[in-house]
T-cell receptor, first 115, second 110 residues
């Protein structure tokens, strides 16, 4: 029973292309996230959605556009891919409790390689 | 700006050793501190520590939060090769998002 799933797991593409990564969670959580993990293993938040509404948007190039068709899905579309976009992208979800941030459950990650 | 610093950055031990990993933080309106274990891919959750739960234990792993010192430690006793991983510390403050440290890479040799 997969809690947070991402597709594809691996993505190899050429510079300049447009690609999408999909994320789905079956935990009934209200909040979903996209993280980027660079080659140094450092995780950095990119976006957060709560019930389909954008609540966190870090300083991320406009080429990155998240889309949440419903609260169980948060997709990431990337336009005009650049070499520096190569990284592992993690999706996560959580169910915030009053006053506290609940544990985030991570997907398996999508390894993106831009050539 | 919220900040999390982990030390050491890497650590090599032998099976059976006990290790202590450190995490210190600066965050506005602290809410919680989380420890994750990351092997090859996604981090997996270990512990969450809050003002109302400053000590957690699960098997050979335990963690303590020191709100006065703005820090936490993760202890692993009787280490095994399967404990080899990157251990990530993250805090949640008023912004309600996880701010991660850079991790401690633990290698347990047989």
């Amino acid at each position: 029973d997969t809690a947070v799933s991402q597709t594809p797991k691996y993505l190899v593409t050429q510079m300049g292309n447009d690609k999408s990564i999909k994320c789905e969670q079956n935990l009934g959580h209200d909040t979903m996230y996209w993280y980027k993990q660079d080659s140094k293993k450092f995780l950095k938040i990119m976006f957060s959605y709560n019930n389909k509404e954008l609540i966190i948007n870090e300083t991320v190039p406009n080429r990155f556009s998240p889309k949440s068709p419903d609260k169980a899905h948060l997709n990431l579309h990337i336009n005009s891919l650049e070499l520096g976009d190569s990284a592992v992208y993690f999706c996560a979800s959580s169910q915030p409790l009053a006053g506290y941030q609940e544990t985030q459950y991570f997907g398996p990650g999508t390894r993106l390689l831009v050539l | 700006e919220d900040k999390v610093v982990q030390s050491p950055l890497s650590l090599v031990v032998h099976e059976g050793d006990t290790v202590t990993l450190n995490c210190s933080y600066e965050v506005t309106n602290f809410r919680s501190l989380l420890w994750y274990k990351q092997e090859k891919k996604a981090p997996t959750f270990l512990f969450m520590l809050t003002s109302s739960g400053i000590e957690k234990k699960s098997g050979r792993l335990s963690s303590i939060l020191d709100k006065k010192e703005l820090s936490s430690i993760l202890n692993i006793t009787a280490t095994q090769t399967g404990d080899s991983a990157i251990y990530l510390c993250a805090v949640v403050g008023g912004s309600e998002k996880l701010v991660f440290g850079k991790g401690t890479k633990l290698t347990v040799n047989p």
